[in-house]
């Protein structure tokens, strides 16, 4: 009886060390596979796996804040989902939407007054160089109304009832292209479910991703003109597996930056929001991305 019960209290010591010795195995790889949370400039930060939806990094994520051009996603987005669109349709651009722009010191598409524009071009306008001039134009185009003030007003109204219906609490729009009145605001978490609903259009996923195009456009004699633009977002030159979205900035916002990139199969998606410069809002996005792969 004896010798058994050595027998089994040796094997049970042997067993005993082989799981301590795993358990130490498995632990020191959990430590490996979990890499330091990043640091970043900018107030707020969001990133999430756009396959799963799972969060992967916050900071404020839920704090409103004002968003700059990175509004013009909804924008994008509002006349994406437009029934019966007709990208090809053409668009007459009017003397209000260049006032505007020059009234507001606005970015620019450059559209010249009496070009006929067709939506898609407009999308490109808006989303590359972050025109607010293509803004007012589809904004005019995609509202209902009898007058521009109503359908403007009408089209901001789409923005707003879109954000809802994402079940967004923390986002309100009060203008076409984030220059608003003091009351336009979104958060990082929020922004960046807008942009994750926005690229499921293979059309806004192809706009966004592209560095810089040409279009031909016709202009008000019947002839036509080549409109050069070139994005904004830095990032799809300097970022492997760059696939958007969005840049943002303002006296309010700071510089923004609503971000996604794609390796071996997994993207990962997420929002800076009121980073201090140009430059460390690239940089916390890379930091995010970074992290957001390495999870």
């Known amino acids: 009886m004896k010798r058994r019960y050595r027998a089994t209290a040796t094997a049970t010591v042997a067993l005993t060390a082989g799981a301590v010795l795993a358990g130490s195995a498995f632990a020191t790889q959990a430590q490996a596979a979990a890499p330091p949370k990043p640091t970043i400039v900018a107030k707020g930060g969001f990133v999430m796996n756009d396959g799963t939806g799972k969060t992967l990094f916050t900071k404020a994520a839920d704090t409103r804040r004002s968003t700059g051009s990175t509004t013009k996603i909804m924008t994008a987005k509002v006349v994406l989902s437009q029934k019966n669109l007709n990208l090809d349709s053409k668009v007459t651009i009017q003397k209000a939407y260049s006032d505007y722009i020059v009234s507001k010191g606005a970015s620019s598409a450059r559209l010249i ?116 633009w070139s994005n904004t977002n830095k990032m799809l030159s300097t970022y492997s597996g760059a696939i958007g979205v969005k840049t943002g900035s303002g006296p309010t916002a700071k510089y923004c930056l609503v971000f996604a990139a794609t390796r071996n199969g997994k993207t990962v998606i997420g929002t800076v929001l009121t980073s201090s410069s140009e430059a460390n809002r690239t940089a916390d996005a890379k930091k995010l991305m970074d992290y957001g792969f390495k999870l």
Do not use: E, H
């Open 113 to 228: 007054v009496g070009d006929k524009v067709t939506v898609r071009q407009l999308l490109y306008g808006l989303m590359l160089p972050s025109g607010c001039d293509a803004a007012y134009a589809l904004a005019d185009k995609f509202g209902t109304g009898t007058t521009r003030a109503a359908r403007v007003k009408s089209f901001i109204g789409k923005m707003n009832t879109t954000a809802k219906s994402l079940g967004l609490q923390n986002t309100k729009f009060d203008s076409f292209d984030g220059i608003g009145s003091g009351n336009n605001y979104s958060t990082p978490r929020d922004l960046t479910k807008i942009a994750s609903s926005a690229m499921k259009s293979s059309t806004f996923r192809a706009i966004v991703k592209t560095k810089s195009t040409k279009q031909k456009v016709t202009t008000k004699s019947g002839g036509y003109r080549y409109m050069a």
